[in-house]
Protein backbone atom coordinates (compact mmCIF):
# COMPACT_ATOMS: atom_id res chain seq x y z
CA UNK A 1 0.00 0.00 0.00
CA UNK A 2 1.42 3.62 -0.83
CA UNK A 3 1.82 6.06 1.68
CA UNK A 4 2.34 9.59 2.30
CA UNK A 5 4.44 11.54 5.16
CA UNK A 6 4.58 15.42 5.79
CA UNK A 7 7.06 15.56 8.70
CA UNK A 8 6.30 19.09 9.03
CA UNK A 9 2.97 19.99 11.20
CA UNK A 10 3.10 23.38 11.70
CA UNK A 11 5.19 25.66 9.61
CA UNK A 12 4.77 29.77 9.74
CA UNK A 13 6.49 32.30 7.20
CA UNK A 14 6.69 35.97 7.09
CA UNK A 15 4.64 37.71 3.79
CA UNK A 16 6.73 37.67 0.96
CA UNK A 17 9.27 35.58 2.08
CA UNK A 18 9.53 31.58 0.62
CA UNK A 19 8.61 28.82 1.93
CA UNK A 20 9.03 24.96 1.31
CA UNK A 21 6.95 21.91 2.78
CA UNK A 22 8.26 18.38 2.27
CA UNK A 23 6.28 15.43 1.39
CA UNK A 24 7.98 11.90 1.12
CA UNK A 25 5.74 8.82 0.01
CA UNK A 26 6.50 5.13 -0.40
CA UNK A 27 5.46 3.16 -3.26
CA UNK A 28 6.56 0.32 -5.44
CA UNK A 29 5.40 1.77 -8.71
CA UNK A 30 6.95 3.44 -11.89
CA UNK A 31 4.25 6.04 -12.68
CA UNK A 32 1.99 7.63 -10.56
CA UNK A 33 0.83 11.00 -10.19
CA UNK A 34 1.46 13.33 -7.15
CA UNK A 35 -0.92 16.36 -5.85
CA UNK A 36 -0.60 19.60 -3.39
CA UNK A 37 -4.14 20.66 -2.33
CA UNK A 38 -4.75 23.34 -0.03
CA UNK A 39 -7.45 23.19 2.64
CA UNK A 40 -7.73 27.05 3.71
CA UNK A 41 -9.99 27.53 7.14
CA UNK A 42 -13.53 27.42 4.44
CA UNK A 43 -12.60 23.56 4.50
CA UNK A 44 -12.53 23.53 0.55
CA UNK A 45 -9.83 21.03 -0.45
CA UNK A 46 -8.31 23.04 -3.90
CA UNK A 47 -5.99 21.77 -6.02
CA UNK A 48 -2.90 23.65 -6.01
CA UNK A 49 -0.16 21.29 -8.07
CA UNK A 50 0.02 18.08 -9.81
CA UNK A 51 3.04 16.12 -11.13
CA UNK A 52 2.85 13.13 -13.23
CA UNK A 53 5.43 10.91 -12.36
CA UNK A 54 6.88 10.04 -15.57
CA UNK A 55 7.70 14.33 -16.35
CA UNK A 56 10.83 15.26 -15.00
CA UNK A 57 10.23 18.44 -15.54
CA UNK A 58 9.44 20.39 -11.83
CA UNK A 59 5.34 21.63 -12.20
CA UNK A 60 5.03 24.88 -11.09
CA UNK A 61 2.16 27.29 -11.37
CA UNK A 62 2.68 30.58 -10.83
CA UNK A 63 4.14 31.14 -7.39
CA UNK A 64 3.60 27.65 -6.63
CA UNK A 65 6.48 25.03 -7.50
CA UNK A 66 7.49 21.57 -6.92
CA UNK A 67 10.69 19.80 -6.44
CA UNK A 68 10.22 15.97 -7.65
CA UNK A 69 13.11 13.59 -6.56
CA UNK A 70 11.93 10.62 -7.78
CA UNK A 71 14.58 8.43 -6.96
CA UNK A 72 14.32 9.75 -3.31
CA UNK A 73 10.86 10.05 -3.06
CA UNK A 74 10.27 12.97 -2.48
CA UNK A 75 7.99 15.60 -3.27
CA UNK A 76 8.79 19.11 -1.74
CA UNK A 77 6.24 22.15 -2.31
CA UNK A 78 7.63 25.36 -2.52
CA UNK A 79 5.74 28.54 -2.24
CA UNK A 80 7.34 31.81 -3.03
CA UNK A 81 6.41 35.74 -2.19
CA UNK A 82 3.55 34.57 0.64
CA UNK A 83 0.64 36.37 0.64
CA UNK A 84 -1.62 36.13 3.42
CA UNK A 85 -4.16 34.14 1.69
CA UNK A 86 -1.62 31.12 1.74
CA UNK A 87 -2.32 30.48 5.54
CA UNK A 88 -4.39 27.17 5.08
CA UNK A 89 -3.96 23.40 5.83
CA UNK A 90 -1.32 21.43 2.79
CA UNK A 91 -1.49 18.41 2.13
CA UNK A 92 0.31 16.16 -0.19
CA UNK A 93 -1.23 13.29 -2.03
CA UNK A 94 -0.85 10.44 -4.11
CA UNK A 95 -2.92 8.68 -6.59
CA UNK A 96 -1.97 5.46 -8.72
CA UNK A 97 -2.73 6.36 -13.09
CA UNK A 98 -4.75 2.91 -13.38
CA UNK A 99 -7.90 3.36 -15.58
CA UNK A 100 -10.92 4.92 -14.28
CA UNK A 101 -9.84 7.22 -10.96
CA UNK A 102 -8.19 5.31 -8.37
CA UNK A 103 -8.57 6.77 -4.96
CA UNK A 104 -5.67 10.01 -3.47
CA UNK A 105 -4.18 8.71 -0.45
CA UNK A 106 -3.09 11.71 1.70
CA UNK A 107 -0.25 12.45 4.23
CA UNK A 108 -1.56 13.96 7.44
CA UNK A 109 -0.69 18.09 6.24
CA UNK A 110 1.28 21.19 7.15
CA UNK A 111 -0.53 24.19 8.57
CA UNK A 112 0.89 27.10 7.20
CA UNK A 113 0.82 30.53 8.91
CA UNK A 114 1.71 33.25 7.13
CA UNK A 115 2.03 36.44 9.43
CA UNK A 116 2.21 39.85 7.98
CA UNK B 1 -19.46 26.57 -13.89
CA UNK B 2 -20.75 24.56 -11.22
CA UNK B 3 -18.83 23.50 -8.48
CA UNK B 4 -18.99 20.42 -6.07
CA UNK B 5 -21.96 20.89 -3.84
CA UNK B 6 -22.46 19.34 -0.61
CA UNK B 7 -25.32 19.02 2.09
CA UNK B 8 -25.89 19.43 4.87
CA UNK B 9 -22.98 21.94 5.35
CA UNK B 10 -23.30 21.11 9.62
CA UNK B 11 -25.03 17.81 11.10
CA UNK B 12 -25.58 16.78 14.80
CA UNK B 13 -26.60 13.24 15.47
CA UNK B 14 -26.72 10.89 18.51
CA UNK B 15 -24.80 7.65 18.77
CA UNK B 16 -27.20 5.00 17.08
CA UNK B 17 -29.08 7.18 14.48
CA UNK B 18 -28.52 6.92 10.96
CA UNK B 19 -27.54 10.12 8.90
CA UNK B 20 -27.89 10.47 5.05
CA UNK B 21 -25.50 13.20 2.97
CA UNK B 22 -25.49 14.49 0.08
CA UNK B 23 -23.60 15.46 -2.88
CA UNK B 24 -23.79 16.88 -6.59
CA UNK B 25 -20.70 16.77 -8.55
CA UNK B 26 -19.20 19.14 -10.77
CA UNK B 27 -21.32 19.69 -14.03
CA UNK B 28 -19.96 17.48 -16.63
CA UNK B 29 -18.14 15.10 -13.96
CA UNK B 30 -19.28 11.20 -13.70
CA UNK B 31 -18.03 9.75 -10.48
CA UNK B 32 -17.90 10.50 -7.01
CA UNK B 33 -15.35 9.82 -4.06
CA UNK B 34 -16.19 9.78 -0.68
CA UNK B 35 -13.99 10.91 1.66
CA UNK B 36 -13.91 11.13 5.54
CA UNK B 37 -11.74 13.83 7.55
CA UNK B 38 -11.11 13.20 11.19
CA UNK B 39 -9.55 16.35 12.97
CA UNK B 40 -6.04 16.74 12.59
CA UNK B 41 -5.83 14.60 9.97
CA UNK B 42 -5.51 13.73 6.18
CA UNK B 43 -8.77 12.78 4.24
CA UNK B 44 -9.22 8.78 4.28
CA UNK B 45 -10.97 7.35 0.92
CA UNK B 46 -14.16 5.54 2.09
CA UNK B 47 -15.83 4.23 -1.57
CA UNK B 48 -16.51 5.70 -5.17
CA UNK B 49 -19.36 5.63 -7.51
CA UNK B 50 -19.37 5.39 -11.16
CA UNK B 51 -21.96 4.37 -13.55
CA UNK B 52 -23.98 3.92 -10.37
CA UNK B 53 -21.73 1.15 -8.89
CA UNK B 54 -19.13 1.36 -5.88
CA UNK B 55 -16.52 0.54 -8.09
CA UNK B 56 -13.36 0.85 -4.97
CA UNK B 57 -13.48 0.71 -1.45
CA UNK B 58 -11.20 1.72 1.63
CA UNK B 59 -11.28 0.23 4.45
CA UNK B 60 -14.21 1.17 6.29
CA UNK B 61 -17.09 -1.38 7.73
CA UNK B 62 -20.44 -1.82 5.79
CA UNK B 63 -22.15 0.40 7.89
CA UNK B 64 -20.73 2.92 5.24
CA UNK B 65 -23.10 2.49 2.33
CA UNK B 66 -23.55 4.73 -0.77
CA UNK B 67 -25.66 4.84 -3.97
CA UNK B 68 -25.21 7.18 -7.00
CA UNK B 69 -28.23 8.16 -9.30
CA UNK B 70 -28.81 8.68 -13.18
CA UNK B 71 -27.75 12.63 -12.62
CA UNK B 72 -24.80 11.44 -11.61
CA UNK B 73 -25.58 13.05 -7.37
CA UNK B 74 -24.94 10.67 -4.57
CA UNK B 75 -25.55 9.78 -1.03
CA UNK B 76 -23.32 8.96 1.66
CA UNK B 77 -25.63 6.59 4.32
CA UNK B 78 -23.86 5.73 7.88
CA UNK B 79 -25.69 3.68 10.11
CA UNK B 80 -25.09 3.11 13.89
CA UNK B 81 -23.07 6.10 14.29
CA UNK B 82 -20.64 6.05 16.75
CA UNK B 83 -18.55 8.87 18.45
CA UNK B 84 -15.97 8.26 16.29
CA UNK B 85 -17.84 8.96 12.89
CA UNK B 86 -17.51 12.39 13.96
CA UNK B 87 -15.55 14.00 11.38
CA UNK B 88 -15.84 16.53 8.32
CA UNK B 89 -17.23 14.44 5.29
CA UNK B 90 -16.10 15.37 1.61
CA UNK B 91 -17.18 15.11 -1.56
CA UNK B 92 -15.15 14.67 -4.86
CA UNK B 93 -16.07 14.45 -8.43
CA UNK B 94 -13.93 13.49 -11.59
CA UNK B 95 -14.50 12.62 -14.92
CA UNK B 96 -14.03 8.68 -15.76
CA UNK B 97 -14.39 8.72 -19.63
CA UNK B 98 -12.44 11.33 -20.08
CA UNK B 99 -8.75 9.95 -21.62
CA UNK B 100 -5.91 11.26 -19.36
CA UNK B 101 -8.28 12.60 -17.00
CA UNK B 102 -7.45 11.86 -13.20
CA UNK B 103 -7.79 15.52 -11.31
CA UNK B 104 -10.66 15.17 -8.33
CA UNK B 105 -12.10 18.69 -7.26
CA UNK B 106 -13.74 18.69 -4.20
CA UNK B 107 -17.01 20.24 -2.14
CA UNK B 108 -16.86 22.17 1.09
CA UNK B 109 -18.04 19.11 3.39
CA UNK B 110 -20.22 18.36 5.33
CA UNK B 111 -19.11 18.22 9.03
CA UNK B 112 -21.06 15.58 11.32
CA UNK B 113 -20.85 15.89 14.92
CA UNK B 114 -22.22 12.77 17.09
CA UNK B 115 -22.98 12.63 20.70
Known amino acids: AQTVTQSQPEMSVQEAETVTLSCTYD???????LFWYKQPPSRQMILVIR??????QNATENRFSVNFQKAAKSFSLKISDSQLGDTAMYFC?????????????FGKGTRLSVIA | DAGVTQSPTHLIKTRGQQVTLRCSPK?????VSWYQQALGQGPQFIFQ???????QRGNFPDRFSGHQFPNYSSELNVNALLLGDSALYLC??????????????FGPGTRLTVT
Open chain 2, 92 to 105: ASSFQRRPGSYEQY
Open chain 1, 27 to 33: TSENNYY
Open chain 1, 51 to 56: QEAYKQ
Open chain 1, 93 to 105: AFMMPYSGNTPLV
Open chain 2, 27 to 31: SGHDT
Open chain 2, 49 to 55: YYEEEER
